[in-house]
């Protein structure tokens, strides 16, 4: 087990700060802007909840603007601390759940669900002007698990093409490489 508590956090204060200015600017997510990605976000955190509490949900986080919250600077923030909380039962660790429409081992969930917080946070944070940090365990379990995505499963409907990044770069940068980002991205 892992604590997703730091990780959503750092999301959850990135989401706070964000602005409505910020809503439309682009990502590092090919197609997504910040308002489509918070969206995803909204709907990954109920939905990554759901299944720590082995209580599926029917559907994915689509990643549509137009569906954000008004309130998404509060309710967003309280469903990753919620998220967060489901996850801290050690009975969501055991046995099989479902999310995004798969049948995976409970602890397999829960490090995808890392992944699309830290990976996500850190999209939100660079489109916006934020710094996302990441404990030092964390990105070990993320990169784990980006690792284990093979060539044939990088297309884009989970990751795009690995970039290259230097072996000696930090973790959070090898990390990003691996699931398709470039660490030097820049808006605009």
């Not at 998404?72 to 046995?95: Q, T, Y």
Request: proline letters at 6%; glycine letters at 10%.
């Amino acid at each position: 087990m892992f604590d997703l508590t730091p990780a959503a956090g750092q999301l959850a204060a990135v989401v706070r700060n964000v602005t409505d200015a910020d809503l439309e600017a682009t990502t590092p997510c090919p197609d997504y802007t910040v308002g489509d990605l918070l969206d995803h976000v909204n709907g990954l955190a109920v939905a990554f909840t759901m299944a720590a509490r082995k209580t599926p949900l029917d559907g994915t986080a689509s990643g549509d603007a137009s569906r954000l919250p008004q309130d998404f600077r509060e309710s967003i923030p309280a469903r990753l601390d919620e998220l967060a909380r489901a996850w801290s039962v050690p009975e969501a660790w055991d046995g099989m759940t479902r999310a995004g429409g798969i049948d995976l081992p409970g602890e397999v969930a829960a490090a995808v669900a890392l992944d699309e917080i830290v990976l996500h946070g850190w999209d939100v944070a660079r489109a916006t002007g934020q710094p996302f940090e990441v404990e030092e365990g964390l990105l070990q379990v993320v990169h784990g698990f980006v690792s284990s995505i093979g060539p044939d499963d990088r297309d884009g409907s989970l990751f795009g093409a690995a970039v290259e990044v230097d072996s000696n770069a930090p973790v959070f940068d090898r990390v990003l490489g691996l699931s398709g980002r470039d660490p030097h991205w820049r808006l605009g």
